[in-house]
């Protein structure tokens, strides 16, 4: 799996902000972008989308408590962002592994 950073922007001003991690990935010759933020809602969650030529293919889904957002402890925030991401963009290398094996 080729791998190339687009970019990782993290705004420590407010937990309201904006947060957001961006890859860009080859996965068996298609371009997947991977994109991760802190969606700040009623129910606040770390919500990452895989897409495919603009189009949503997959989605991962995690809340957090309404005290963890109240406390902006925007660290505890960042590193549920960069656990969540990094464990999709490792399921996308497992699979690719086990497609290129039945290759």
């Known amino acids: 799996m080729d791998m190339n950073r687009a970019h990782m ?3 420590p001003e407010a937990a309201s902000q ?3 991690l961006n890859d860009n990935l080859n996965f068996l010759g298609k371009e997947l ?3 991760t933020e802190n969606v700040q809602s009623s129910a606040p969650c770390i919500l990452t989308q895989v897409f495919y ?3 949503v293919i997959h989605t991962a889904k995690c809340e957090y408590s309404t005290e963890t957002r109240d ?3 925007l660290v505890k925030i960042r ?3 960069v656990k969540q991401h990094m464990k999709v963009i490792e399921r996308i290398g497992e699979q690719e592994a086990k497609h290129q094996k039945r290759s």
């Open 9 to 11: 922007r993290i705004q």
């Open 71 to 73: 406390s902006r402890d």
């Open 33 to 35: 972008h991977v994109q």
């Open 53 to 55: 030529h603009g189009r």
């Open 79 to 81: 590193d549920l962002m």
């Open 18 to 20: 904006a947060m957001g």
